[in-house]
């Protein structure tokens, strides 16, 4: 709460200031509000449908989606877009599919892929989540990509010296920050322009973790 007030506070000045604002990544209201800054990221949502439609592809028929609890708009968005390829494909998405729990958590990880149901595949909230999954599932025996499928978000480093690699949707930073500074100068030109809400596609890295 205190880090959301001292942002808040921040753009307040530097709106009574007339400095422009470029967002990145999220928007400081939670969905479905929209402040009147501009804001560019990725399209989170398309990014777990991608996510999603490569793991069907893939014979996936179970898919589940994993993240911390409290996730931020963003991870939420990207759970949101893979039920959605996954009841498009006609395959079954029910309030147990979503899972907000600690990776680390051997005992709850190990319950869910005991109980009938259990996902052939996961969705993981970013590749750091992902790597420490992985590895509960390997202490678990779980094996990846033979019993699970695994997809993480960021294409960190980290994705490459997992074993297996992981598959993971690429967020462009340099396309991401080309935008931003576009935007902004677009901005400083023209102030009065409504507030625009610009969306790129996250690329998605195929690696061992779903081979």
Not at 101 to 123: C, L, M, N, Q, W
Not at 136 to 152: D, E, M, N, S, Y
Not at 183 to 195: D, I, M, Q, V, Y
Not at 200 to 207: E, F, H, I, P, Q
Request: net charge positive.
């Amino acid at each position: 709460a205190g880090s959301a007030e001292t942002t808040a506070r921040i753009l307040a000045i530097l709106k009574s200031a007339r400095i422009p604002v470029v967002l990145l990544d999220r928007d400081i209201v939670p969905l479905p509000r929209r402040s009147d800054y501009d804001l560019v990221g990725i399209d989170n949502f398309r990014a777990g449908y991608v996510a999603a439609e490569h793991l069907i592809g893939r014979g996936a028929r179970t898919i589940h989606f994993f993240t911390m609890p409290n996730s931020a708009d963003a991870t939420l968005q990207r759970a949101q877009g893979t039920a959605q390829a996954v009841i498009e494909h006609g395959l079954r998405w029910t309030r147990g599919s979503f899972h907000a729990v600690e990776p680390s958590d051997r005992r709850t990880i190990a319950a869910i892929f005991r109980k009938g149901g259990a996902p052939d595949a996961v969705v993981c909230r970013n590749d750091h989540y992902a790597a420490i999954l992985m590895q509960t599932l390997a202490a678990l025996r779980i094996k990846v990509p033979r019993r699970v499928q695994v997809v993480g978000f960021d294409d960190t480093g980290l994705a490459e010296i997992l074993s297996p690699p992981l598959t993971t949707l690429r967020q462009l930073a340099q396309q991401i920050g080309r935008v931003a500074v576009d935007t902004l100068l677009r901005r400083l030109r023209n102030p009065s322009l409504p507030a625009c809400r610009l969306l790129l596609d996250a690329s998605l890295t195929v690696r061992g973790s779903t081979k």
